[in-house]
């Protein structure tokens, strides 16, 4: 079994869009093992998005994810991973697949309702950022 994190992201949390997100992982098979509904600080979205600190797009998107209440989850399942990225669909809902669940709540490529790990390494490092025990 490998486990991933995921996050509903603040746009999607303000339109009451939390459980109809989880619907779509519980329906493909995912189990939510953990989940915390959180208010992040710049600083720590900073922390958490720090591979993209070169980016122009950096500051706009730690701003984006420390505006609102997110919840965080770690979804289990084989290959959890790559099948929460085959389901959140592609970075820009505009690219993304019918069915998808950018596709069908993505609001814009900043404003995609969800994150998902890209990499065993990263599902690691980001489960442990949010899930210390
Ligand atoms: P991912 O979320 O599909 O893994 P990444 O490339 O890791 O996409 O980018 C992280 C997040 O940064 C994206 O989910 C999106 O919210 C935001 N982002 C990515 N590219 C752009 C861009 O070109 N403009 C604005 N925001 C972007
Ligand atoms: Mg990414």
């Given at each position: ?100 669940i950018?596709k069908k709540y ?28």
């Amino acid at each position: 079994m490998e486990r991933t994190l995921s996050i509903i992201k603040p746009d999607a949390v303000e339109r009451d869009l939390i459980q109809k997100i989880k619907d779509e992982f519980l329906n493909n098979s995912f189990k939510i093992v953990n989940e915390r509904k959180i208010h992040i600080t710049k600083q720590e979205a900073e922390k958490f998005y720090k591979v993209h600190e070169t980016k122009p797009f950096y500051s706009d998107l730690c701003d984006y994810l420390s505006s609102g209440p997110i919840v965080v989850m770690i979804l289990e399942k084989e290959n959890a991973i790559l099948d929460n990225r085959k389901l959140m669909g592609a970075t820009n809902p505009t690219e993304a697949e019918e069915g998808t669940i950018r596709k069908k709540y993505g609001i814009s490529i900043d404003k995609n309702s969800v994150h998902g790990s890209d990499s065993l390494d990263n599902a690691k490092i980001e489960i442990n950022f949010f899930f210390k025990d």
